[in-house]
């Protein structure tokens, strides 16, 4: 008879073929009963409703929303394709939201189907699915596939959503409108439908967002079709835009948008530069003076299990690999010894800066440096693989417990240059560093280290105008991640500005 390991295995190789087939979410009817409980009493399998189940990690802590999240997207396409057929699509303003770039899990997934209920099915972690009652489908070429889902397209999608639209998603739409190079589509779906009062408020909306060619063509040609059109602004009056290029893909034109509309907050929030040191060998030896406190609450806030001995030991020299006693211990050294490779290679950029050398331009191809020797004692102690030096990520990541999900794989090649770009082009140091560390994150271009180089990024970018090395404490771990969700999910930099320009502002801080 087998034992219970073997019982495991043979539950684990069923579940392997379907994962092998691209699957994170199964019906119960995909895996025998016996196999299905026994991963789920394994914690290899976890329920989101009745018939229906997701991969999970044994290892994960009880309210980890991340097999969820990673799984979120997949589980409404697979349960929708089982419920509705191919007679569903998300709404128009969701559907906007995906072509835009914004990958934040939402609250509630709201589908439009001929089949609906107007029921409410509620999901893990306080999502739900709503499916909404339509009489008809839409034509066929107002619908896209994305990853499955079944989206409205761009143009059919505009005149859908109402006004309330453009307030709630300003940044959404600028990427979205930006990304129009001919307003055809749109034409074709207003004249066809005599919808006059869209075209007014699709006038607006581009002439804001700088697109007065777009503006002037809805114009003429709803005239020229004896349709008389009331100009209206959709957008807040307060809202700033910047005119962003045509975007080679909508998180480039996501973090351009980003950038125009948050600088300002940052530059009324943050102390004034104080303009870089005179005396150069003071600050340098106080970034060296700063190395333990920052290695410490740096390594820490990753949750690796670090002491100040242990640091000291690294930096002297004194730190001997052998010593170390069980795995765990082996990876929080081998981190302790490639922050202080990292760091060492940082603190001579930062020289290089305080000297005069253009930050933007600097970091662009700096970071990378960083990011090897983060990671280069792992990698020569078998840990990881050589090829996990090569540079940016190819496969999808997710953030522990955040409803971010950061942008597709591919879409990060395009995405770190015009981060780059805008360092270089950004004025305000306050503005670099608060952005630079924030979007940096929010990229997440590395399979890990991406806190890491954020805050030596960070670092860089206040040195270029003359604040001093910033420690960011472990004990505020939970504030600082706080603030960062605000700015990836709702949108409103401004708590992170104000908790680093706290931190900026206090005494480097002392370790027992």
């Known amino acids: 008879m087998p034992n219970p390991n073997e019982k495991l295995a043979d539950a684990l190789d ?3 073929r379907l994962q092998d087939k691209g699957q994170r979410v199964f019906q119960s009817k995909e895996l025998s009963r016996v196999h299905r409980e026994r991963l789920l009493k394994n914690g290899f399998l976890q329920n989101v409703m009745k018939g229906w189940l997701i991969s999970a990690n044994p290892g994960e802590h009880a309210g980890d929303t991340t097999p969820w999240y990673a799984s979120f ?7 929708c394709n089982a ?9 128009p303003e969701q559907s906007l939201l995906l072509h835009a770039g914004h990958t934040v899990i939402p609250s509630q997934v709201i589908i439009y189907t001929p089949k609906g209920t107007n029921n409410t099915v509620e999901l893990l972690y306080g999502t739900s699915l709503y499916d909404l009652k339509q009489p008809d489908m839409p034509p066929h070429d107002d619908l896209e596939q994305n ?7 761009t143009h059919a999608a505009l005149l859908k959503v109402p006004e309330g639209f453009f307030q709630r998603y300003p940044v959404e739409a600028q990427v979205l409108l930006s990304a129009i190079t001919d307003p055809s589509d749109l034409l074709r779906r207003l004249l066809a439908g005599g919808h006059s009062a869209i075209a007014g408020r699709l006038v607006g909306a581009f002439r804001r967002v700088g697109k007065e060619d777009i503006a002037d063509e809805i114009i003429s040609t709803m005239k020229a079709a004896d349709y008389v059109i009331r100009e209206t602004d959709p957008f807040e009056p307060e ?8 975007a080679k893909s909508p998180t480039v034109g996501r973090l351009q948008a980003l950038w125009a509309s948050h600088r300002q907050t940052i530059i009324d929030i943050f102390p004034k530069s104080p303009g870089l040191p005179g005396d150069k ?5 106080a970034v060296d003076e700063v ?3 920052d290695a410490y609450h740096s390594l820490s806030i990753e949750g690796y299990r670090v002491s100040p001995e242990l640091v000291d030991q690294v930096r002297s020299g004194d730190w001997n690999p052998d010593n170390v006693k069980d795995h765990r211990d082996v990876r929080d050294a081998l981190a302790a010894r490639g922050y202080w490779q990292a760091f060492q290679t940082v603190k001579a950029d930062v020289e290089k800066v305080i000297k005069g050398e253009e930050a933007g331009k600097l970091a662009s191809s700096a970071h990378r440096a960083w990011y090897r020797e983060l990671f280069q004692p792992c990698v020569t102690a078998g840990l990881i693989k050589a090829e996990a030096l090569a540079g940016y990520r190819n496969n999808p990541v997710y953030i522990k417990t ?6 597709r794989f591919e879409a990060v090649r395009n995405a770190m240059p015009t981060l780059f770009e805008l360092l270089s082009n950004e004025e305000e140091a306050s503005v670099r560093a608060v952005l630079g560390h924030w979007l940096f994150g929010y990229v997440h271009p590395y399979p890990d280290g991406n806190g890491r180089v954020a805050r030596f990024l960070m670092n860089l970018m206040l040195a270029s105008g003359g604040y001093p090395w910033t420690v960011i404490r472990v004990e505020d771990r939970d504030r600082y991640m706080t603030a960062l969700e605000s700015a990836s999910v709702k949108d409103d930099i401004q708590p992170f500005a104000e908790f680093l320009t706290e931190q900026v502002q206090r005494p480097v801080p002392e370790l027992e």
């Open 281 to 285: 060998d003071a600050y340098i030896k």
């Open 402 to 407: 955040s409803q971010h999900v950061p942008p």
């Open 83 to 91: 419920r509705f057929g191919d007679e569903w699509h998300l709404s």
């Open 291 to 293: 190395y333990t406190a």
């Open 147 to 153: 990853d499955d889902l079944r989206l409205y397209a």
């Open 239 to 246: 809202r700033i835009f910047a005119t962003i290029a045509t």
């Open 14 to 16: 069923a579940l392997k």
């Open 73 to 79: 997207r997949e589980f409404c396409a697979r349960y």
